[in-house]
């Protein structure tokens, strides 16, 4: 909270290489802060933290509205191209605590291609990167996001259908986040009223959660 009168989210995006990690969180700030493109190698290697301007209209408290802000911290790939995975998760630790330290993390969001399959071992990868990071209530504090869902939908796949026909492995996944997931469609994500029914999704998640924020330190004293 800055004043009575605003609210601020805070927010991590982690997933593996070519997930669209970066330009998800522009989707949510509404801006191009994070650098994006194709790439045969990971794009980012450094954790980075973007600012959203106030956003109206999204969120009402006790009969109130309240200007909404949101802070995004863009992450190093995991599994990544050039760090091994103890720089990425130490790199990631170091960054949460330096900005979200004192104010906590409201929301880490596993970011997923809903055009491939998730397999066990990639599963089984986020799940321990996400335990290393976030600690043993890291369910408590995990969305996941699914990317490129225009692309699910140009192959006939509604989110209903897509998830009747979605891998076990996706599904023990999803369940253990307490169902906590959101399509994203990146054709259409910077569209304003798009980006207003992803953040209302994600100000519900944090209204099951109580508005409780994880506190985090660093990996490495």
Same mark, same amino acid.
């Given at each position: 909270?800055?004043?009575? @009168? ?17 330009? #998800?969180? @522009? ?12 790439? $045969?190698?990971?794009?980012?290697? +450094? +954790?980075?933290?973007?600012?959203? +301007?106030? !956003?109206? *209209? &999204? !969120?009402?408290? @006790? ?12 992450? $190093? ?23 979200? *330290? ?5 929301? #880490?969001?596993?970011?997923?291609? =809903?055009?491939?399959?998730? +397999? ?6 986020? &799940? ?26 140009? =192959? *006939?796949?509604?989110?209903? =259908?897509?998830l009747h026909s ?20 990146n054709q259409k994500?910077? !569209?304003?009223?798009?980006?207003? &029914? ?5 100000? @519900? ?17």
């Amino acid at each position: 909270m800055v004043d009575s @009168n605003e609210m601020t989210i805070n927010l991590v995006v982690l997933g593996r290489t070519q997930t669209g990690k970066s330009a #998800a969180g @522009n989707s949510l700030l509404g801006s191009s802060d994070f650098e994006s493109h194709h790439s $045969p190698s990971s794009v980012t290697t +450094c +954790c980075s933290l973007g600012r959203s +301007c106030r !956003i109206s *209209g &999204i !969120i009402r408290r @006790n009969g109130c509205e309240l200007a909404l802000r949101i802070r995004v911290l863009d992450t $190093p790939s995991y599994p990544h191209s050039a760090l091994s995975k103890e720089q990425v998760r130490d790199t990631v630790s170091s960054a949460l605590a330096h900005h979200f *330290g004192e104010e906590g993390l409201h929301l #880490a969001l596993l970011v997923l291609r =809903a055009d491939l399959p998730l +397999c066990p071992d990639e599963s089984d990868h986020a &799940i321990q990167f996400l335990q290393e990071l976030l600690g043993p209530t890291w369910k408590d504090f995990t969305a996941v996001l699914l990317t490129h869902a225009d692309k699910a939908e140009e =192959a *006939g796949f509604s989110e209903e =259908a897509y998830l009747h026909s979605a891998s076990s492995t996706l599904l023990s996944l999803l369940s253990s986040v307490q169902h906590k997931y959101i399509f994203l469609d990146n054709q259409k994500s910077i !569209i304003k009223e798009e980006r207003a &029914i992803v953040l209302r999704k994600l100000l @519900n998640f944090i209204r099951q959660n109580n508005y409780r924020v994880l506190l985090l330190k660093p990996s490495k004293e």
